[in-house]
């Protein structure tokens, strides 16, 4: 059973750098063929798929948060992390991980397995 968790700050403030990081237990991140994505709600909205990285070490982001986002991993710590810079207040969400066998889709369908989600709120 691969298991997945969020953790980091649930406060940050604007214009400063959000950082999470995904732990993957039960399984590797660097199994053949999964995209291992970062997805967020916010109050109101759908999912928002952020970006991802493959198995291979590949990274593939939204483009509409491209230029400021990261995705990086740890292979000895099975782990990957999320980088958002130059936060403001839109950016207050829910922040998930998942695994997939594909990367940019806003469907939680396309994913078997999830982290519990992760509130950060954005303000000063």
């Known amino acids: 059973q691969v298991q997945l968790q969020e953790s980091g700050p649930g406060l940050v403030k604007p214009s400063q750098t959000l950082s999470l990081t995904c732990t993957v237990s039960?399984?590797?991140?660097?199994?053949?063929?999964?995209?291992w994505s970062w997805i967020r709600q916010s109050p109101g909205k759908g999912l928002e798929w952020m970006g991802a990285?493959?198995?291979?070490?590949?990274?593939y982001y939204s483009p509409s948060l491209k230029s400021r986002t990261s995705i990086s991993r740890d292979t000895s710590k099975n782990q990957f992390t999320l980088q958002l810079r130059s936060v403001t207040p839109e950016d207050t969400a829910v922040y998930y991980c998942?695994?997939?066998?594909?990367?940019?889709?806003?469907?939680?369908?396309?994913?078997?397995?999830w982290g519990q989600g992760t509130q950060v709120t954005v303000s000063s």
């Open positions: 998942a695994r997939g066998i594909r990367f940019g889709s806003h469907d939680r369908n396309d994913y078997d397995y």
């Open positions: 039960g399984g590797s991140i660097t199994t053949k063929a999964y995209y």
């Open positions: 990285i493959h198995y291979s070490g590949t990274t």
